[in-house]
């Protein structure tokens, strides 16, 4: 009886809704624009070239108007951004930091075997970054002594540094290409790093300048925001309305590393069936 007790008396750990509502949005969002991408980038020119049907033939003319859209490079940067703050404040509430950084290094190792081995390389994007930036946490976590208020400061001082230092570095690159380095090896530090290099090529690339610096902002700012770690909107939150955007909040980290396989197998039986049928041609 006195077991029960205390397990009834043990603290439930409630997840903050806005937090996986945010995630889950910029998730779909993501799904379309790779979506969109493909189809644009990889399949529709097969499409056209099959004489496939005219809503395929106008679902690729609507993909490559997407695609250079004004609309579309707002958003990505935003939904990135969002990306990278939400990253920074779960660090907050996670119980292992360390461990969940190295799960995200090797999902990010994995992918960019895989997409090596498909000619498609994916050198340092999104999941690379983000490994980057929790371990960069968990490192700053270690030199404030595990101290919240420290780490907070440290994390927002230094998140502001990257990005003031990115937009500077940012507005001398373009007027000097070489004015930093010429030198594909020191990619994955920024944009402005590759001096006037053309033959470097990533599918996804978010280099550490400035994404970390939006995660570490992320991470300044979540003892602020979250001090009791509960949610700031609970009364928006009633009904539990948003709970189909919670859902792809929780599983981002598989969305992150599956979506694009699912997306392909999608658009080839799409040729299968209705474009070359019974063959998944699709370039």
Same mark, same amino acid.
């Given at each position: 009886?006195?077991?029960?007790?205390?397990?009834?008396?043990?603290?439930?750990?409630?997840?903050?809704?806005?937090?996986?509502?945010?995630?889950?949005?910029?998730?779909?969002?993501?799904?379309?624009?790779?979506?969109?991408?493909?189809?644009?980038?990889?399949?529709?020119?097969?499409?056209?070239?099959?004489?496939?049907?005219?809503?395929?033939?106008?679902?690729?003319?609507?993909?490559?108007?997407?695609?250079?859209?004004?609309?579309?490079?707002?958003?990505?940067?935003?939904?990135?951004?969002?990306?990278?703050?939400?990253?920074?404040?779960?660090?907050?509430?996670?119980?292992?930091?360390?461990?969940?950084?190295?799960?995200?290094?090797?999902?990010?190792?994995?992918?960019?075997?895989v997409t090596t081995y498909?000619?498609?390389?994916?050198?340092?994007?999104?999941?690379?970054?983000?490994?980057?930036? +929790? =371990?960069?946490? #968990?490192?700053?976590? $270690? @030199?404030?002594?595990? %101290?919240?208020?420290?780490?907070a400061v440290i994390c927002?001082?230094?998140?502001?540094?990257?990005?003031?230092?990115?937009?500077?570095?940012?507005?001398?690159?373009?007027?000097?290409?070489?004015a930093f380095a010429d030198?594909?090896?020191?990619?994955?530090?920024?944009?402005?790093?590759?001096?006037?290099?053309?033959?470097?090529?990533?599918?996804?690339?978010?280099?550490?300048?400035?994404?970390?610096?939006?995660?570490?902002?992320?991470?300044?700012?979540?003892?602020?925001?979250?001090?009791?770690?509960?949610?700031?909107?609970?009364?928006?939150?009633?009904?539990?309305?948003?709970?189909?955007?919670?859902?792809?909040?929780?599983?981002?980290?598989?969305?992150?590393?599956?979506?694009?396989?699912?997306?392909?197998? +999608? =658009?080839?039986? #799409?040729?299968?069936? $209705? @474009?070359?049928?019974? %063959?998944?041609?699709?370039?």
């Amino acid at each position: 009886m006195r077991k029960n007790n205390a397990a009834a008396l043990k603290p439930v750990r409630s997840r903050i809704w806005e937090l996986d509502f945010l995630r889950g949005v910029c998730v779909l969002l993501m799904i379309f624009d790779h979506f969109m991408f493909d189809i644009g980038n990889i399949f529709g020119e097969a499409w056209a070239a099959a004489h496939g049907t005219e809503f395929f033939n106008g679902l690729y003319e609507r993909a490559l108007i997407y695609a250079d859209s004004p609309l579309r490079l707002v958003t990505r940067d935003i939904v990135v951004w969002i990306f990278a703050l939400l990253c920074g404040i779960s660090c907050s509430f996670s119980r292992s930091n360390l461990k969940r950084g190295i799960e995200v290094a090797l999902f990010a190792l994995i992918i960019t075997a895989v997409t090596t081995y498909l000619d498609m390389p994916i050198k340092f994007g999104i999941l690379h970054m983000f490994a980057v930036a +929790i =371990l960069l946490w #968990v490192l700053i976590n $270690f @030199i404030a002594r595990k %101290d919240a208020r420290r780490t907070a400061v440290i994390c927002l001082a230094v998140g502001i540094m990257v990005i003031i230092i990115n937009e500077f570095c940012s507005a001398r690159y373009a007027i000097d290409e070489n004015a930093f380095a010429d030198n594909n090896d020191w990619y994955f530090i920024a944009d402005w790093m590759l001096g006037d290099s053309r033959d470097f090529y990533s599918a996804d690339y978010y280099p550490i300048f400035p994404s970390v610096g939006y995660m570490l902002v992320g991470a300044g700012a979540a003892p602020l925001l979250y001090p009791k770690k509960r949610s700031l909107l609970p009364w928006l939150g009633e009904y539990n309305w948003h709970a189909p955007f919670d859902l792809w909040g929780r599983i981002a980290i598989w969305v992150y590393v599956l979506h694009q396989v699912v997306i392909a197998v +999608i =658009l080839a039986a #799409v040729s299968w069936l $209705f @474009i070359t049928p019974g %063959d998944f041609v699709i370039i």
